[in-house]
T-cell receptor
Framework: GAVVSQHPSRVICKSGTSVKIECRSL??????MFWYRQFPKQSLMLMAT?????????EQGVEKDKFLINHASLTLSTLTVTSAHPEDSSFYIC???????????FGPGTRLTVL | GQQVMQIPQYQHVQEGEDFTTYCNSS?????IQWYKQRPGGHPVFLIQ???SGEVKKQKRLTFQFGEAKKNSSLHITATQTTDVGTYFC???????????WGLGTSLAVNP
């Protein structure tokens, strides 16, 4: 149980385009999902906390108009990188938490490359 | 702000040697969690410690939570090549339930 999927796993796009990443909890409902960014050989950087039915809470320094988050259902959250630039290239990982629990279950991640 | 320091950043051991990574929080935690990320993979939850002074074991892995609930350690006995990866601690301060992540310790094991 507690499986999280993420799609796509890898995307290459041109500078200026927008990219949508989906995060789904497959066998449980998640009122809260988290979006992280990870650079090579570095730690996880929390970008935002996504709450079902309400606005996401962004961490300091993360542009909410650049990284649009929509958590429309208890099993799906999406992250849209708008007008992507090469510096947005990174590994984006989502995680979800059970309603009654603390541990986070991670998706497999999306590797974004912006040319 | 709240911080979780983790050391060492890297550790290179011979197979069979022991390994320990340490985490220290600037604030008291309600719980601390440990995750493992294999190269090219995503973090996988290992364990959660909640009680002051708690010690938990998973086969060759021993996890400890300090009495003050501000520090924690993960000790691996007799490392194997399958232990390779980055081990992260993540502290939950309990206020808004987001985790404060350590920088991770990357473990390399020579066969």
């Amino acid at each position: 149980g507690a499986v999280v999927s993420q799609h796509p796993s890898r995307v290459i796009c041109k500078s200026g385009t927008s990219v949508k990443i989906e995060c789904r909890s497959l066998d449980f409902q998640a009122t809260t999902m988290f979006w992280y960014r990870q650079f090579p050989k570095q730690s996880l950087m929390l970008m935002a906390t996504s709450n079902e039915g309400s606005k996401a809470t962004y961490e300091q320094g993360v542009e909410k108009d650049k990284f649009l988050i929509n958590h429309a259902s208890l099993t799906l959250s999406t992250l849209t990188v708008t007008s992507a630039h090469p510096e947005d290239s990174s590994f984006y990982i989502c995680s979800a938490r059970l309603l009654a629990g603390n541990e986070q279950f991670f998706g497999p991640g999306t590797r974004l490359t912006v040319l | 702000g709240q911080q979780v320091m983790q050391i060492p950043q890297y550790q290179h051991v011979q197979e069979g040697e022991d390994f320990t990574t340490y985490c220290n929080s600037s604030t008291t935690l309600s719980n601390i969690q440990w995750y493992k990320q294999r190269p090219g993979g995503h973090p996988v939850f290992l364990i959660q410690l909640v009680k002051s002074g708690e010690v938990k074991k998973q086969k060759r892995l021993t996890f400890q939570f300090g009495e003050a609930k501000k520090n924690s350690s993960l000790h691996i006995t007799a490392t194997q090549t399958t232990d390779v990866g980055t081990y992260f601690c993540a502290g939950d301060a309990g206020n808004n339930r987001k985790l404060i992540w350590g920088l991770g310790t990357s473990l390399a094991v020579n066969p």
